[in-house]
């Protein structure tokens, strides 16, 4: 009879993540002055199925914390408090101890309790003051003039009478413990109503055929009553009759229809309770101004009685009149706020083993293609294998397409941190997100995060001025803060820029010659003077804050960037500005290389590593003292690095002008690769070379070729760093060992 | 059948021998995973010695271990007769070149004696011991210890160039 419900207990707990998720946003959004009756439901929503959930599987003080936040909630929705910025942040702060209690119990860890009733008891005093609040927000807009009749104090009492269908325990839900919920909200007499009992041949143990009549006692709003109900409404009939002092209040008759809410009530149970269609109080009070002892009268039909009751609690919109709408509309809202209509979760293992598999068989495919390629008169079968290569390439793609997932993913952080941190440094910041439906892959997507996260605190410490700065400076004393995602050519770019003060250049590179990173009269590149920053320790913040300047950071920054196989610009104006642009690959299994010979030997280098290839001129090439050679191109000398010389094998040419010039790019620094030719370009399959043996500074991974060899991937910031090592041994030794 | 089963005792394993240099080797037959004949592999710069390089085995990049070399004996020519035996242990994946395989025996606890500490002149860092059978000794390596240390010998040899 007793469902293990612990089952359901990780559902509840993602849901709950993600809903909280998506009132955060809500939130946000709202303080971002956008009141917005549908946001301030959303946020409704969330509190009560996670309420709703909480009490299911008895997490009590979730349940507790939850049920005083949604009464806030409730006024809010019901128009009787105005958002103000203070009550946005006490539900952001609400929201994130909802998470950490959520996360506690997961977790079976133990709850902060005293937050909680710190948290809780501010809510309590806000709630205290509800009656002044409630007076005087009750002229202000939203208005909802419509006579609600739960709301007054007088009242003594309510008469329920509760039966529950039937399937009601299969859905999880427990009538005892709305009973005791009941309980909790006054003195209760309850009576057990077991006509519907059949005869014992005929019970199913798994059905409830129980009714109640129940008395509560005490001045309790409907809307309280009814909320005890939700998580079953749809699938009860209830009937609520106050008694005691009520005046000309409604007895408030409401009968659910049953056959109109149960088809969806299992979809619906634990995103939003079914009968409450988007929640339009403007529209309420144009369509249904109606006498509210009279809700027999009203358009709506059997379907929205209960809303035509219950006007403070949720409204119907016009369209929700129509009866075959409702059931329809609920569901629809439901599955857009959290984003997935009818997808299912895969582990993330199962589709690397596909993604895997796919690999194999695109190195198959290629090695029978290059078989089939010299063989006379088997022109069917290279046909045929033609088409196959192009179902591959299809295969290949849907499966990383697989992998995908929105930016959004990481970018819905930023809101609330650049709320959060704006407001504690007393800066003005508008935070623009642009692109954030862009697909990256999602181990990128993972390590991204936290390199953005940085970045994003960076141009807000150090970035953005004060207002007053602003204003000295002639701009606008909202700073703007831009993230900004697109495709280009096979990469995903991220875009952090600020419209901020900029990168000090001098004082960069005064620091830099300070630190000995670089010599006192070298002269930089203005790239690789802001590559500075990257260094590991490297600050110029003269105080060093809780938010940054201590220097670490940046470096960590490029690392991960570096370890995604991406790279990192930064862009600066003085006094407009910075932007750092990350170029990653769209995903960590495949990448776009061009193959270059060296003697027997073919090396994989990343096309997004390339800038172009030359054939060189005796005249661009200068030799200083006997051996380092640099080339010319343009305006920039460029050192000249011999692939067969850094890896130690017999090459065709030893000439350049023999061979040919990679010029190739990392950390903003260009370096002119000599191969002997160039190959094909592919896209190559990674394999790690760490699984089997261990990481090689200089190789990114190994691949396999057409005719099953093995092919070595450069990782060009890698064999920039050797090849700099072996220049100046005696500058860094530890990187000579490496 | 029956027979066959008590002339083996519970603590008897078997091992894979082959030769190397003049000396028997051996390795448990459960780390073998296949045995190949010589192929082609590439070059993984700045790596030890004996590191000859990797082989694609069936989409697995596989280094592959010259044990002459790793073992300081001298190089041999790689040819059509040149053995590759594919040891698999955990999760790594590595083939070591041997002279020629020779043969599976059956080896029990109390004949295999443990590797007397020779000092500076041997490294015994690779050998579980020696295993006697029918007067012959074979020398027993570790093969966990063996693939585990791909990576570290190499930093211990720091750069090889």
């Known amino acids: ?738 | 059948m029956n027979t066959v089963l008590k002339d083996e005792p519970d603590d008897a394993k078997q091992y894979l021998t082959f030769r190397l240099g003049g000396e028997e080797y051996a390795v448990g037959i459960l780390t073998v995973q296949e045995i190949r004949g010589w192929a082609p592999v590439t070059a993984i710069p700045h790596s030890p010695r004996e590191m000859l390089g990797v082989i694609n085995l069936r989409g697995v990049v596989v280094p592959i271990v010259d044990l002459r070399l790793k073992f300081a004996l001298e190089r041999a020519d790689y040819n059509e007769f040149t053995v590759v035996i594919i040891l698999n242990v955990g999760a790594r994946v590595a083939g070591i070149v041997v002279d020629g395989v020779s043969d599976v025996i059956t080896l029990t606890a109390d004949q295999i004696r443990a590797a007397p500490a020779l000092g500076r002149d041997a490294d015994t860092d690779h050998i579980v011991g020696f295993g006697t059978l029918e007067e012959r000794m074979r020398i027993i390596l570790d093969v966990e210890r063996l693939l585990a240390n791909l990576g570290d010998t190499c930093n211990s040899n720091g750069v090889l160039k």
């Open chain 1, 1 to 738: 009879m007793t469902l293990d419900l612990a089952q359901f207990h990780d559902t509840f707990f993602e849901e709950s993540f993600e809903a909280l998720d998506s009132m955060e946003a809500a939130l946000l959004k709202l303080s971002a002055g956008e009141v917005d009756a549908e946001l301030i439901n959303t946020i409704f929503r969330v509190a009560h199925s996670i309420k709703g959930g909480a009490a299911t599987f008895g997490f009590s003080d979730v349940t507790a914390f939850t049920h005083t936040a949604e009464t806030l909630l409730d006024q809010l929705r019901a128009g009787k408090r105005q958002v103000t910025p203070e009550l946005v942040d006490l539900l952001l702060r609400s929201g994130d101890l909802m998470r950490e209690m959520l996360e506690a119990t997961k977790h079976k860890q133990v709850i902060d309790k005293a937050r909680v009733a710190a948290v809780h008891g501010e809510i309590e005093a806000i709630l205290k003051s509800a009656g002044t609040a409630a007076a005087a927000a009750a002229p202000a807009p939203p208005p909802v003039p419509i006579h609600v009749p739960g709301d007054e104090p007088e009242r003594c009492g309510w008469r329920i009478h509760f039966v529950p269908g039937a399937k009601l325990l299969r859905n999880g839900n427990d009538p005892l413990r709305i009973l005791r919920e009941l309980g909790t909200l006054g003195a209760c007499t309850v009576r057990v109503d077991a006509k519907f009992v059949p005869p014992l041949a005929d019970l199913d143990p798994e059905e409830c055929r129980l009714g109640w009549h129940v008395e509560l006692n005490g001045p309790v709003p409907e809307t309280q009553v009814r909320a005890v109900f939700d998580w079953v409404e749809g699938e009860c009939e209830l009937h609520l009759e106050a008694f005691g002092p009520m005046g000309n209040a409604a007895p408030a008759p409401a009968p659910l229809a049953p056959s109109l809410v149960t088809p969806v009530s299992g979809e619906a149970r634990g995103e939003t309770p079914i009968a409450e269609p988007a929640f339009v109080p403007v529209a309420v009070a144009v369509e249904a101004p109606r006498p509210a002892p009279d809700p027999a009268h009203a358009p709506a039909a059997a379907a929205v009685a209960d809303e035509s009751a219950a006007a403070s609690r949720s409204a119907a919109p016009a369209s929700a009149a129509a009866p075959a709408a409702a059931p329809s509309t609920a569901p629809s809202t439901a599955q857009a706020h959290s984003g997935e209509g009818g997808s299912i979760r895969v582990s993330i293992e199962k589709i690397d083993e596909l993604l895997n598999s796919v690999g194999e068989l695109v190195i198959t495919q290629s090695v029978l293609s290059q078989l089939a390629a010299p063989l006379d008169g088997a022109e069917e079968l290279r046909s045929a294998l033609g088409q196959l290569e192009r179902h591959m390439r299809a295969l290949q793609e849907s499966v990383m397409r697989v992998r995908m997932l929105p930016i959004s993913f990481v970018f819905n952080r930023f809101p609330r941190l650049v709320r959060d941190l704006g407001q504690r440094l007393g800066k003005k910041i508008e935070l623009r997100m642009l692109g954030d439906t862009t697909e990256l892959d999602k181990t990128v997507l993972e390590k991204i995060g936290d390199p953005l996260v940085h970045l994003v605190r960076n141009s807000i410490d150090h970035g953005i001025e004060s207002p007053d700065t602003r204003i000295a400076a002639g701009k606008s004393a909202h700073g703007v803060i831009e993230l900004n995602a697109y495709h280009k050519g096979g990469n995903v770019v991220v875009e952090v820029s600020d419209d901020g003060g900029g990168l000090k250049r001098d004082k960069i590179l005064a620091k830099a010659r300070e630190r000995g990173l670089v010599g006192a009269d070298e002269e930089l590149s203005e790239d690789r003077i802001f590559n500075l920053i990257f260094a590991p320790g490297f600050s110029t913040a003269d105080v060093v804050s809780d938010v940054s300047g201590r220097g670490v950071g940046m470096d960590v920054v490029k690392r991960n960037i570096n370890e995604l196989g991406g790279h990192v610009q930064i862009h600066s104006t003085p006094g407009k500005g910075s932007m750092v642009r990350i170029r990653l690959p769209l995903t960590l299994a495949i990448l776009d290389g061009q193959l270059a010979r060296v003697g027997s030997e073919v090396y994989v280098v990343p096309i997004v590593s390339i800038v172009e290839t030359i054939q060189v001129r005796r005249e661009q090439v200068n030799s200083i003292a006997s051996r380092a050679q640099v080339f010319r191109l343009r305006d920039d000398y460029l050192p000249i690095v011999r692939l067969y010389d850094l890896f130690g094998v017999e090459p065709d040419h030893t000439d350049l002008l023999d061979g040919l010039l990679m010029i190739v790019e990392a950390d903003g620094q260009r370096v002119g690769l000599f191969v002997d030719e160039l190959m094909s370009q592919q896209q190559v399959v990674i394999k790690s070379l760490e699984t089997n043996f261990r990481p090689v500074t200089g190789l990114a991974g190994a691949t396999m070729l057409g005719d099953g060899r093995v092919a070595l991937i450069l990782d060009i910031p890698g064999v920039i760093a050797r090849f700099q090592s072996q220049q100046a041994p005696t500058r860094d030794p530890a990187q000579v060992a490496a």
